[in-house]
């Protein structure tokens, strides 16, 4: 089943699957309204409800650019609500929608790995529609490999109200339309796979009067629009940074509708290493993306005379890698705001054959004591 507003609202679509006898009286009671607050497109076919064809409510799914999934105790016990999860499915997989999926009361291990209710719920409809073996796989398969993209739990056991969840989701919610905006049709690239040296992107922007830490916000492209992809500093493996002696762990906030973040400041140090990992499955096939550190350096930091290393590999789906690196004087950018300190470019090889990237920013200086970066994190975000 899926929620709507009755009203007209412009821009991307939000679309919601959940089963109503789990959560419509308190969850979706709460969400639906909380969301049309915040003029967001939320949608529904109210005709749905009546037993419309279900081709209509595939459609409403097409021109979606967001979906919500509600995952609870009873989800696998409509097949409505498993043949909407199979269609989101195929359209993520297209990279033409934005899949979040939401746990309510339920283990994300729990949905994947088919156990307790939903799992016993799902069996039951697949001896059900035991004459319908491809419908049922697409079934099972979105069952198992949604849970995989990083959501919202919200357990049993948890301190806070369903209201203060869907206030934290809906922020969420915002952040993420906040940063779509439409783009131009992408040109084909016939270097599929292939990377693209750090240097061709620096060479290009100098002839254009850019510089390369002045890039355009952090985005991936999805389904026409593009939204945000980061990987926070908690998520980095950063050197010693489990010693407060050498860093130092805080939250910034960056505006009203902005959720805060945790960022990584560097008191002191010799050695600094920082490595990140992205999977390409979520990105767009052919489409070139570039990988940045978001970094401050504060007016009273130190040691910052030898440049460090930046490193970007891409290792193929056959187990092939190439890599490029480049050096970059972190020094001239003392006293700054956020910059963005580019490790390298590359292009998304096909879905069906992902690529593993890592990025690493480092220098081994061992008689020159660091003080004074503050880590973001890395943005990956496709270039012009």
């Given amino acids: 089943m899926s929620y709507s507003s009755v009203k007209t609202l412009k821009g991307p679509q939000v679309f919601i699957s959940f089963r109503g006898e789990d959560v419509r009286r308190h969850f979706i009671s709460f969400l639906g309204p909380a969301l049309k607050r915040e003029n967001i497109n939320v949608f529904i076919d109210q005709n749905e409800l009546l037993g419309a064809d279900l081709a209509n409510l595939f ?10 999934v509600i995952f609870s105790k009873n989800y696998a016990d409509s097949e409505w609500c498993l043949d909407e999860l199979a269609k989101m499915k195929e359209r993520k997989d297209q990279g033409r929608l934005r899949v979040i999926p939401i746990f309510y009361n339920i283990s994300p291990s729990v949905v994947k790995e088919l156990r307790q209710d939903i799992g016993d719920k799902f069996r039951d409809m697949q001896r059900q529609r035991k004459h319908q073996p491809e419908r049922t796989k697409k079934w099972e398969e979105a069952l198992v490999s949604i849970p995989d993209i990083k959501g919202m739990p919200l357990s049993e056991q948890s301190d806070r109200t369903d209201y203060e969840f869907i206030n934290t989701l809906v922020l969420e919610i915002q952040r993420l339309l906040d940063h779509m905006a439409p783009i131009p049709t992408r040109e084909k690239n016939h270097h599929e796979g292939s990377m693209v040296p750090a240097s061709w992107k620096l060479k290009k922007e100098e002839k254009q009067g850019v510089s390369a830490r002045n890039l355009e916000r952090d985005v991936t492209l999805q389904g026409g629009y593009m939204v945000p992809s980061m990987i926070p500093a908690k998520e980095l493996e950063i050197t010693h940074s489990e010693n407060s002696q050498r860093w130092a762990w805080s939250f910034i906030n960056e505006g009203p509708n902005y959720a805060e973040l945790e960022v990584a400041k560097m008191i002191k140090i010799h050695w600094l290493k920082i490595v990140g990992t992205y999977d390409t499955r979520d990105l767009t096939p052919g489409a070139k993306y570039e990988a940045v550190f978001l970094v401050k350096l504060e007016d009273n930091a130190i040691g910052w005379e030898q440049p460090v290393t930046l490193k970007l590999k891409v290792v193929q789906h056959d187990g092939s890698d190439n890599r490029v690196d480049r050096n970059e004087n972190l020094k001239n950018y003392i006293g700054h705001n956020w910059v963005d300190i580019l490790a390298g470019v ?25 003080k004074g970066l503050v880590v973001k994190g890395v943005a990956i975000r496709p270039t012009n």
């Fill in 59 to 68: 459609t409403r799914i097409e021109e979606s650019e967001i979906a919500l």
């Fill in 346 to 370: 590359f292009v998304v090889p096909p879905s069906h054959e992902p690529a593993k990237i890592t990025f690493t920013m480092y220098q081994y200086v061992t008689d020159d004591k660091k």
